[in-house]
T-cell receptor, first 114, second 115 residues
Framework: QKEVEQNSGPLSVPEGAIASLNCTYS??????FFWYRQYSGKSPELIMF????GDKEDGRFTAQLNKASQYVSLLIRDSQPSDSATYLC??????????????FGKGTSLLVTP | DAGVIQSPRHEVTEMGQEVTLRCKPISGHDYLFWYRQTMMRGLELLIYFNNNVPIDDSGMPEDRFSAKMPNASFSTLKIQPSEPRDSAVYFC?????????????FGPGTRLTVL
């Protein structure tokens, strides 16, 4: 069973601060990495994806990938109370028939306090 | 675009009853996924289809669970007989034809409670 590990939190940060969310994975063959945001009682929605080592920035979000360390992270700059949600890390399953299956972590709960 | 549609949104049933969950994927998407989410186990992939054909059902917990996709616009997940440990939120997701970004779009989910 391929593992995707996240700290469950809650991670509490003050408004305007940087929130740092981390994820490790065990499948060395994985090539695609995703961050989903899930508000309480709602369905997951994709906010970032990354395929190559290094950083990828999109607005206030930056995804970081280190395949050698099997580590992916999400930084949220200028955190807002509306960012309070659970953040799910997802990694493609390398040995699935098409590589389309995703393994999800259990998520990190983020709370941004005003 | 309507997004992924799931029904019912909530289902309460008694142990031993048959439960059928339904999903309509986004038009033009040829991948469909069924997930189950619980606090203990997180989001688990149960089965996925490509062009209506089941590709990987290794996540289906046991023979009580079955899934079908008779056409490109409809899929069902059936539990027979249901048990209290099946209580969870069941999500359906769909994905467009193979691209580098295999973004999955999730439906609103069905909250199942088995008493």
């Amino acid at each position: 069973q391929k593992e995707v590990e996240q700290n469950s939190g809650p991670l509490s940060v003050p408004e305007g601060a940087i929130a740092s969310l981390n994820c490790t994975y065990s499948d060395r063959g994985s090539q695609s990495f995703f961050w989903y945001r899930q508000y309480s009682g709602k369905s997951p929605e994709l906010i970032m994806f990354i395929y190559s080592n290094g950083d990828k920035e999109d607005g206030r979000f930056t995804a970081q990938l280190n395949k050698a360390s099997q580590y992916v992270s999400l930084l949220i700059r200028d955190s807002q109370p509306s960012d309070s949600a659970t953040y799910l890390c997802a990694v493609n399953e390398s040995n699935s028939n098409s590589g389309y299956a995703l393994n999800f972590g259990k998520g990190t709960s983020l709370l941004v306090t005003p | 675009d309507a997004g992924v549609i799931q029904s019912p949104r909530h289902e309460v049933t008694e142990m031993g009853q048959e439960v059928t969950l339904r999903c309509k994927p986004i038009s033009g998407h040829d991948y469909l996924f069924w997930y189950r989410q619980t606090m203990m186990r997180g989001l688990e992939l149960l089965i996925y289809f490509n062009n209506n054909v089941p590709i990987d059902d290794s996540g289906m917990p046991e023979d009580r669970f079955s899934a079908k996709m008779p056409n490109a616009s409809f899929s069902t997940l059936k539990i027979q007989p249901s048990e209290p440990r099946d209580s969870a939120v069941y999500f359906c997701a769909s994905s467009p034809p193979a691209t580098l970004l295999n973004e999955q779009f999730f439906g609103p989910g069905t909250r199942l409670t088995v008493l």
